[in-house]
């Protein structure tokens, strides 16, 4: 009887921390079905301005030390790397595009679910951390991952990305010790309060568009990307000595469905964009099968 009672208050806090992301996402996907708007500036403006906001308020915090989490950044840049060398073996074996398979099994979503999935699951506290594992997903994806899809790629753009601009003035002033005035910090938090819901929504929107042709590398990267990236994060958690929730956190972030950027960046170079929606769209919903799992091995 007691464990029917812990699995139930289990699936209670899974749920209660599923069900805001899943329903911001289907909300905007039926505004979007039913007034098609035009996101783009609203795309524009949150990642310009409100992501960067709600980054630099996280770093800007006085809990935040950013030589704390040098571990757990070093285990999401090898998650990466890894399932990016395994993905790219499979790609050869199957006769697969690669630049169509393997971005999509790099970079996962770790902005749009990410980031909220972190906040529901563990309070504000893990803000930070979940700043930190989305800071290395994105420099890698805008770094490594243009390179992969156009070898030509002006990787100076990195540093005309206002996200990443946030990232580095936030851990500069953390590691110099910067004394900032806190209405400051407070109107930035503000700021950054409005990022998560408009990710999310900005995610149903665009699912909308999404097409499907051939399935085999969609269904094979929806559930081969999560089961990967979990292997390797529970490995390296335990080799790099991480804390429980910084070991969670790592496992979570591992079974984090494609970034929505993947498409984004495949039809700015011409790669498949179709089929890289697809994957990315199928990876998406197969991550609330994935998602709670993921969080029941680890809550």
Known sequence: MMDMSLDTHLFARIAGILFPIVAIVIAGFYYGRKHNPEMSVANRLNMDVFVPALILGAMMSKSFDPTRYAGLAAGAALIVLGSGLLAWLLARALHIEWRTFV???????????????????????????AVILYSVSN??????????????????????????????????????????????????????????????FALGV????????????????????????????????????????????????????????????AERYNQNPQRVAAIVLIGNLASLIILPLALGLVL
């Open 206 to 265: 665009r699912m909308r568009e999404v097409r499907f042709d051939a399935l085999t590398a969609p269904l094979l990267g929806a559930f081969l990307k999560p089961a990967v990236g979990m292997l390797l994060a529970w490995g390296l958690a335990r080799a790099l000595g991480l804390n429980e929730q910084d070991s969670a956190m790592l496992i979570v972030f591992g079974a984090l469905p494609p970034a929505v950027m993947n498409f984004l960046f």
């Open 139 to 200: 420099v890698l994806h805008f770094s490594l991952g243009l390179h992969m899809l156009d070898r030509d790629a002006q990787l100076k753009t990195l540093w005309r990305n206002p996200t990443l601009l946030a990232v580095f003035a936030g851990l500069g002033i953390s590691l110099l010790q910067l004394p900032v005035w806190p209405p400051l910090v407070e109107a930035l938090q503000l700021m950054g309060n409005v990022a998560v819901p408009l990710l999310l």
């Open 103 to 129: 971005p999509p099994m790099m970079f996962n979503n770790s902005a749009n679910i990410g980031i909220p999935l972190a906040v529901l699951a563990w309070g504000d506290d893990a803000l930070a951390a």
